[in-house]
């Protein structure tokens, strides 16, 4: 009896030193961290290494030379019989990592030892509906929350030192198809997210919110005719009016989900978001351009106010939901600096605007036989080659089915999710992409409630016999492809750029690889055990580099992919963290 009351009397003591030390080096994270956070190497606070979404960390320790070395110090896994897609990007605070898993889960872990420190998982109802998986992109960090989308449309934040919830909000109704999946923004005080929901029919939104209460600030719908609110007040109707560019009603269920979240720049005080595909996707049933579908829109951070729009696929027949990451970037052209930003478009252009008012500067194809465009016009408007748009259905004889045609880049996209990286020493956007075509045809379609809501069908095939992935090093000045390199799977993960001369990426044949940045040449490759759709990060910790990045096959391809899903199937399911660093010598 005795000798266990002194085994519990040590133990409260240990417990005790250890809350104690734990709250005095837990410094809350403020609008400064994650304005900076690029430039702060002991730590990762925001989605992106930064607001602006570079991915690029000037931290060298590890590089070219010694990168050959780098080797697994832990691995944490996220167990339970819930593996499927693991698409998070963790962050790094105070030596603990917060990281989201599928099925709308999040745990704590010891950056040092890959211990867990907590985990809280979602109670997800019936009935939801994710389009791609139940995957999670990551989570945001503000004062001393923690904060995530729900695959159920709800955004939760959790006391970061224990993971308890302190506020939930419901940001979209599951049973209408609407679910969240990105990492949460944080600019100004607040928290700013999007929607998923684009095959259902719901209408597109950003919003903002309090980001310690969870309060809505603001909300903007990305569909013109829909009624923004400010302060619980209306503040006027997205684009001016109803139906515009949109045949009858058509705009009441025209999607423009903001699915992948957005970036924020700090420097033109404005946030960027992408916009998916109008719904439905069958293009004869919406003749206009469909504002705001497709396009990607600068957003005053305190009032929601649409500031400037560049549509990339106007009128949209191929689920070329333009979402994709708008990156700033500064350039020099005649000793003027260009506020630029770029982005890769599902549509495979990549194009360059003036971040400050949204002109078009430049775009080319980054995909190779692109056909459904003969190119771009001088404000980047496609000109289409109708030839490869998917026939209207009422042209066929029974009505049923439209002209079938094969376009390329498939509907998944010249590049999907998966962010690209920009380098500030070499200049170059690393862009994941993937050179596939789809057979696509139209079909009729109505309007229900949490039903998907296409009329299409479509089957996605390969264009090249050796490879289907291929990340490229894109100069943004002249257009010119540096470098490629080839992967056999299609790619699905994000990229990392670091100042040694590295460019960090992982492939669904389960390898971290790190490459020159310059070359393009492989210096590094690590397998993980499963399949990585992940974006990977680094960061200092008493002196030493640290590399991590998230395993687990899954995501769109293995559901959506056509022929290509039958050349993955055999790739193995998985759910764990991987850190790495060199040994110390
Ligand atoms: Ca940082
Ligand atoms: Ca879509």
């Known amino acids: 009896m005795k000798m266990r009351l002194l085994a519990k009397s040590v133990g409260m003591t240990a417990a005790f030193s250890v809350a104690l030390c734990a709250a005095q080096v837990h410094a809350k994270v403020t609008d400064k961290d994650i304005v900076n956070d690029a430039k702060t190497v002991e730590d990762v606070v925001s989605n992106g290494l930064g607001p602006q979404g570079q991915r690029y960390s000037p931290l060298k320790q590890v590089n070219t030379k010694n990168v050959k070395s780098l080797s697994p110090i832990w ?11 693991q698409e998070s990007q963790p962050l790094v605070k105070d030596g603990v990592m917060y990281v989201t898993a599928s099925y709308s889960r999040i745990f704590a872990v010891d950056v040092k030892t890959g211990e867990e420190l907590w985990q809280y998982d979602a109670r997800l109802p019936d009935g939801i509906m994710p389009c791609c998986d139940v995957i999670n992109r990551g989570a945001a960090l503000y004062d001393d929350l923690v904060i995530f ?4 449309a709800k955004l939760v934040a959790l006391d970061a030192k224990t993971g308890k919830p302190r506020w939930r909000k419901t940001v979209g109704d599951y049973q209408a198809g609407y679910s969240l999946t990105a990492a949460p923004l944080i600019a100004k005080g607040k928290v700013i997210t999007g929607v998923s929901g684009g095959e259902f029919g719901i209408v597109g939104k950003v919003e903002a919110r309090d980001a310690k209460t969870g309060e809505l600030v603001w909300s903007r719908p990305t569909v013109e005719g829909h009624m923004g609110y400010l302060n619980g007040k209306e503040n006027g109707i997205t684009g001016g009016e109803a139906g515009k560019t949109w045949p009858g009603d058509m705009w009441k269920t025209g999607g423009a989900a903001t699915w992948l979240g957005g970036t924020y720049d700090p420097d033109v005080d404005l946030l960027f978001f992408g916009t998916g595909n109008p719904a439905p996707w069958n293009s004869h049933l919406r003749p206009g351009d469909n504002l705001y579908s497709a396009s990607r829109l600068a957003i005053d ?50 194009y360059v605007l003036d971040r400050t008012n949204g002109d078009f500067i430049r775009g080319m194809p980054f995909v190779k036989k692109l056909n459904w465009a003969k190119g771009l016009d001088e404000k980047g408007r496609p000109l289409y080659d109708e030839a490869f748009r998917p026939g209207n259905p009422a042209d066929a004889k ?16 010249g590049k999907n999710w998966m962010p690209m990286a920009y380098s500030q020493d070499t200049g170059l956007f690393y862009v994941p992409s993937n050179e596939w075509g789809m057979d696509i045809w139209n079909e009729p379609v109505n309007y229900k409630k949490g039903a998907a809501y296409l009329g299409s069908g479509f089957t996605i095939k390969p264009v090249f016999d050796d490879h289907i992935g291929s990340l490229k090093a894109i100069n943004p000045v002249t257009g010119k492809v540096e470098w490629e390199y ?33 070359t393009g040449e492989v210096l590094y490759k690590f397998n993980t055990g499963t399949g990585i759709v992940s974006s990977p990060i680094t960061w200092e910790q008493d002196g030493e580099q640290y590399v991590t990045i998230v395993a687990g096959w899954g995501g769109a391809i293995p559901l959506w992919g056509g022929e290509v899903a039958k050349l993955v199937k055999d790739f193995n399911q998985g759910g764990s963290v991987w850190t790495f660093k060199l040994p110390k010598s």
């Open 75 to 85: 691995s944490f896994s996220f167990g339970g019989e819930k593996q499927r897609g």
């Open 398 to 413: 029974d009505g049923a089915k439209g002209k079938t045609v094969f376009s390329i880049p498939s509907f998944l996209g």
């Open 149 to 152: 989308g729900t695959l159920d």
């Open 486 to 518: 080839k992967n056999t799977a299609p790619l699905w993960g994000g990229v990392l750029a670091t100042a040694g001369n590295l460019v960090f990426m992982g492939n669904p044949e389960g390898y971290l690889m790190a490459m020159n940045a310059k």
């Open 301 to 350: 951070p305190d009032t929601g106010k649409i500031v400037w729009h560049f549509q990339t696929t106007p009128h949209d027949g191929w689920d070329f939901d333009g979402v994709n990451e708008l990156v700033s970037f500064d350039y020099k052209e005649k000793g003027k600096t260009i506020k630029a930003a770029a982005t890769a478009d599902r549509n495979g252009f990549f």
